[in-house]
C-alpha cells in the first residue's frame, strides 16, 4: 500500500456550509399584523473562527438557507439582524466573506435599515434573491454579547459549534501523503481548534460522492477498508512499535525486517491522531453541495466510547483528467481527444469556473439562468471532470456569451451524467438574453499551486515582482519575453483573476528585500495551472538583464475586458475599390498596403482594397483600454490622429490550408463608444484628445470607408479564400478570453468581384463543422445558400 512516513499532511481546508447559530423571527413583541400570514424567518450565525455572538448571518427563507451581501451594509442593518437572533444589539459588522464564504442563495442585497425595525422584512432591498453578489461578499455581524431577556428560541444558541463548516482529506498511506491531490484518506471536520472524524456506520457510496464533490473530484470509488480495518484493529493491540516512515518490506526481506515495518505502519494509523469522533449517521442523497446539507447526527458529551463498532470514514475519490497524475492522466486525456465534448467554460480567471457554453447543432451556445441552481450546476461542474458546484451563477457573471442561446429552465435533479440528460426548455426569441447567460464556479482539488509563487514590492497584494521557489530557494523571473500569456498563468496560480499588465520592468516597487534571478526563458500558451508547467530554461539561467530591475512582475485584477468581432457587418458591408495612388499617400505612410506597393508608379495607378465594417463589441466585465496611457500615444501628422496601440487588429486572406497571401492591419486611432446597450451610458469619445476605451456593453465601429479598413489584394489571384480578422493580436491588452478573438469567412475571388459568406468567431463552431469550413471547396456560382 505504499510507505509510512511521519510528516504531518498539509491540511485541504474547504470554507463552505455554515456553522450555525439559530434564531428565529419571533420576537419579545407581537410581529405586525401584515407578517401574520407570513412564514417566520429563520436566522443563523456561521463560519470560522468566530465566537457565538459573531458570524456570517445566514437567513432562511423560501424553504433555503442563503446569506446577505454586504453591499450597502450598515451597522443599523446590523443592529435589526442581531436583535432577531435573540442578543441585544450590534457592536459592528464584518465585509468581504471575513467568517467564510457562505453556500446556495444570497438572498438579500443592498439592505438599508433605520435600525429601529422589527425585522428586516421591513428594511429596504433589492428584493428576495435579487442580487449581483458572489458569495465573497457575504456580510457577518458582531452582536453584543447580552441576550433579550426572555427571548424565545425554538432552536437553542450554543456556544459550541453545532453544524459542519471546514471539511478535509487526511491521508494515511505514506505514499500518498507527500502527493497532490489527496484522492484517499480519513474525512475530517473541523471542530474547536482541531479536527473529528465521522463514525462510518452506515456510510455508504452517495456519502463518499458528496465528499469528493466538495474535494473537487466528479465521482467516487470503492475504498479498501479490510486495510483500514486491519490497521485500527493492530492500533489497538499494539501499544509501541519501531519508528514509523520506512519502506515496506518486500517478501524477500528477514521476517522479522517484516515484522518491524508492519509495525510501523500500524503505529501509522495509531499515532497520526487521536480519535476524536464528532458525526454519525451521515445520511446523503449524492446530490448535495456540501456536507452540511445531508442528515447526519452530533455525538454530545464525553465521546472516547463513540462509534465502538465503526472505524473513521474513508473516502477514496476519481480526480478528473487536469488533476490525475501518471499514467491514469494519459488515458483520460486521450479519451478526451476521441470525441469533442458537448459543454465547455469560458471567461473565467481559474479552473473550473466560466460561463457555461454548449454544443447544439455544430454550434456552441449559452444558457438561461432562468432556474439555475446549484443542482444543474454541479451536473456541469462533474461532467468536466471537476467537483460538485460552489456556486450557480446568474446574470452573465462571467461575462455574456455571443450567438444562440440554446437551453432555458433546466432542471437537474443532480444524478445525471451530463447536461444533456436534465429536463429543460429550448428558447424562444422572447426568452433570454445574453444578459441572462448562467455560469458556474466548481470545486477542484487543492493542489499547493499558490505555495510556489509570490508577488514582492507592490503597493497592493494584486500586484508586485514575481517570485517562485526553485527546490528550497525563492527567486525573481527574467522578463525577456514576458508577456500576458505568463502573466495570465500567475494571476491564475496565485488566485488573483485576471492579468492586467504583464509589466517587464519593476524598478519603481520596493526592492528592499529582493532576491536573486531564478528562473529564464518562461514562455506560456495561457492556459496553465502553474509558471512551472510551462517552457522554461529549468537550472540553466539565459538572461540579458538579471538585475532587480528587469524582473518580471504583474498587476493583476479581478475582472476583465472580452472583445469580440460581430461578424456578420463584415459579411453585410464587404466589396472591392480600386483606389488611386494619389488618395493612398498617408495609407503607405502607416504601412496599410502591401509590400509591391513600393515599387508602383506613384502616384499614377491604383491599388485594390478588400473594404469592410469592423463593429467590436466588449462583452467582458470591465473596460477596455489602451495599454499605453495618453502620455506615450503617438501622432501622425499625415492623418492627423494619435494612435492608442500601435496594431489593434490584423486583416489577412488565407489559402485553404492557412498560407497567408494579402494582409493588413489597424492601428487604434480612435477606442471609442460609437454606441452601446439600453441603460449603458457611452464614456469614452476620441474628440478634444479624451480618454479612449470600449466600455462593457458597448461597441466601437470602424466604417469600410476610412483609410486602412481594408486589406490589398492588388497581388491576390483569383480563387477561394479565408478572410481573418483578429483582434488585439499581440495580445497586449488583457481580456478574459483570447479565444474568441478571432473571426473567419469563406470568400470566392473571381478576379473583379468578391463573395464573402459564413462568417463567424474562431471557437463559434465544433470540431466537425470548423474542418468543414477550412476544406471548403469554393463557390461555383454567385448563389450563396
Excluded at 437572533?85 to 450590534?90: H, M, S
Aim: one cysteine or more; proline letters at 3%; glycine letters at 10%.
Amino acid at each position: 500500500m505504499g510507505r509510512c512516513g511521519a510528516r504531518a499532511w498539509q491540511e485541504l481546508l474547504v470554507l463552505l456550509g455554515g456553522l450555525c447559530m439559530w434564531g428565529s423571527g419571533a420576537q419579545p413583541t407581537p410581529p405586525s399584523p401584515t407578517h401574520s400570514s407570513v412564514p417566520p424567518l429563520k436566522f443563523r450565525l456561521a463560519g470560522y473562527p468566530r465566537k457565538h455572538n459573531e458570524g456570517r448571518i445566514e437567513v432562511f427563507y423560501n424553504e433555503e438557507w442563503g446569506t446577505i451581501c454586504d453591499d450597502d451594509f450598515t451597522l443599523a442593518n446590523a443592529q435589526v439582524l442581531c436583535r432577531q437572533l435573540g442578543f441585544v444589539g450590534a457592536t459592528g459588522w464584518a465585509h468581504s466573506a471575513k467568517y467564510g464564504k457562505g453556500v446556495g442563495r444570497i438572498w438579500l442585497d443592498n439592505v438599508n435599515c433605520a435600525g429601529n425595525e422589527n425585522s428586516i422584512r421591513d428594511c429596504k432591498h433589492r428584493g428576495w434573491g435579487n442580487s449581483d453578489c458572489s458569495h465573497e461578499e457575504d456580510a457577518g455581524v458582531i452582536c453584543k454579547d447580552e441576550r433579550i431577556p426572555g427571548f424565545k428560541d425554538s432552536n437553542v444558541i450554543e456556544t459550541e459549534q453545532s453544524h459542519v463548516e471546514e471539511v478535509r482529506l487526511r491521508a494515511v498511506v505514506s505514499g500518498a501523503q507527500r502527493r497532490l491531490p489527496v484522492t484517499e484518506g480519513i474525512v475530517e471536520v473541523r471542530y474547536k481548534d482541531g479536527w473529528a472524524q465521522i463514525c462510518d456506520e452506515g456510510w455508504d457510496s452517495k456519502n463518499s460522492r458528496v465528499i469528493c464533490g466538495m474535494m473537487g473530484f466528479p465521482s467516487e470509488k470503492k475504498v479498501n477498508r479490510n486495510f483500514y480495518k486491519r490497521l485500527k484493529r493492530a492500533a489497538r493491540k499494539r501499544g509501541r512499535s519501531t519508528r514509523p516512515g520506512r519502506r515496506l518490506a518486500s517478501k524477500s526481506q528477514p521476517k522479522q525486517k517484516r515484522r518491524e515495518d508492519l509495525g510501523s505502519r500500524k503505529r501509522l494509523f495509531a499515532e497520526r491522531q487521536q480519535l476524536n469522533y464528532r458525526l454519525h449517521s451521515v445520511s446523503c442523497t449524492g446530490t448535495e453541495v456540501h456536507i452540511s446539507m445531508c442528515t447526519f447526527q452530533f455525538y454530545r458529551g464525553n465521546s472516547s466510547a463513540a462509534c465502538s463498532t465503526g472505524m473513521p470514514a474513508v473516502v477514496s475519490c476519481l480526480p478528473g483528467p487536469l488533476f490525475a497524475t501518471g499514467s491514469a492522466q494519459k488515458k483520460k486525456q486521450r479519451q478526451q481527444q476521441q470525441s469533442q465534448p458537448r459543454i465547455r467554460l469560458k471567461g473565467g480567471a481559474k479552473a473550473g469556473e466560466g460561463r457555461v457554453e454548449v454544443l447544439k447543432n455544430n454550434e456552441w451556445g449559452t444558457i438561461c439562468d432562468d432556474r439555475w441552481n446549484l443542482l444543474s450546476a454541479s451536473v456541469v461542474c462533474r461532467e468536466l471532470g471537476f467537483g460538485s458546484a460552489k456556486e450557480a451563477l446568474t446574470g452573465a457573471r462571467m461575462g455574456q456569451g455571443t450567438g444562440p442561446i440554446h437551453l432555458n429552465e433546466v432542471q437537474c435533479l443532480g444524478t445525471e451524467k451530463s447536461l444533456w440528460s436534465c429536463p429543460f426548455k429550448n428558447i424562444t426569441q422572447e426568452d433570454c438574453k445574453h444578459t441572462e447567460d448562467a455560469a458556474v464556479r466548481c470545486n477542484i482539488p487543492y493542489m499547493g499551486y499558490e505555495n510556489l509563487i509570490r508577488l514582492a514590492g507592490g503597493r497592493t497584494e494584486f500586484e508586485g515582482r514575481v517570485e517562485v521557489k526553485r527546490g528550497s530557494k525563492w527567486g525573481t523571473v527574467c522578463s525577456d519575453g514576458w508577456t500576458t500569456k505568463e502573466a495570465m498563468v500567475v494571476c491564475r496560480q496565485l488566485g488573483l483573476g485576471y492579468s492586467l499588465h504583464a509589466v517587464t520592468e519593476t524598478w519603481y516597487w520596493d526592492a528592499s528585500n529582493v532576491t536573486e534571478m531564478v528562473l529564464s526563458g518562461v514562455k506560456c500558451a495561457g492556459h496553465e495551472l502553474s509558471l512551472n508547467h510551462c517552457q522554461h530554461h529549468g537550472s540553466s539561467l539565459n538572461c540579458r538583464n538579471t538585475g532587480t530591475r528587469f524582473a518580471a512582475g504583474v498587476i493583476c485584477s479581478e475582472t476583465a475586458s472580452d472583445l469580440l468581432l460581430h461578424a456578420p457587418l463584415v459579411q453585410e458591408t464587404a466589396y472591392i475599390e480600386d483606389r488611386p495612388l494619389h488618395m493612398l499617400y498617408c495609407a503607405a505612410e502607416e504601412n496599410c498596403l502591401s509590400s509591391s506597393a513600393r515599387h508602383a508608379n506613384w502616384p499614377y495607378g491604383h491599388r485594390r482594397l478588400l473594404r469592410f465594417s469592423s463593429q467590436i463589441h466588449n462583452n467582458g466585465r470591465a473596460d477596455f483600454r489602451p495599454k499605453a496611457g495618453r502620455h506615450s500615444w503617438v501622432w501622425h501628422e499625415c492623418h492627423r490622429h494619435y494612435h492608442s496601440m500601435d496594431i489593434f487588429t490584423h486583416y489577412d486572406i488565407l489559402t485553404p490550408n492557412g498560407t497567408k497571401v494579402a494582409e493588413g492591419h489597424k492601428a487604434s486611432f480612435c477606442l471609442e463608444d460609437t454606441e452601446c446597450e439600453e441603460d449603458v451610458a457611452k464614456r469614452y469619445e476620441c474628440a478634444n484628445f479624451g480618454e479612449q476605451g470600449i466600455t462593457v456593453g458597448c461597441w466601437d465601429l470602424y466604417r469600410h470607408d476610412i483609410d486602412c479598413q481594408w486589406i490589398d489584394i492588388t497581388d491576390v489571384k483569383p480563387g477561394n479564400y479565408i478572410l481573418q480578422v483578429v483582434i488585439n493580436p499581440n495580445f497586449e491588452v488583457a481580456e478574459s478570453d483570447f479565444t474568441n478573438n478571432a473571426m473567419k469567412c469563406n470568400c470566392k475571388y473571381d478576379g473583379h468581384r468578391i463573395w464573402v459568406h459564413s462568417c463567424h468567431i474562431g471557437d463559434a463552431l465544433s470540431e466537425e463543422a470548423s474542418r468543414r469550413f477550412e476544406q471548403y471547396p469554393g463557390q461555383l456560382n454567385n448563389q450563396i445558400s
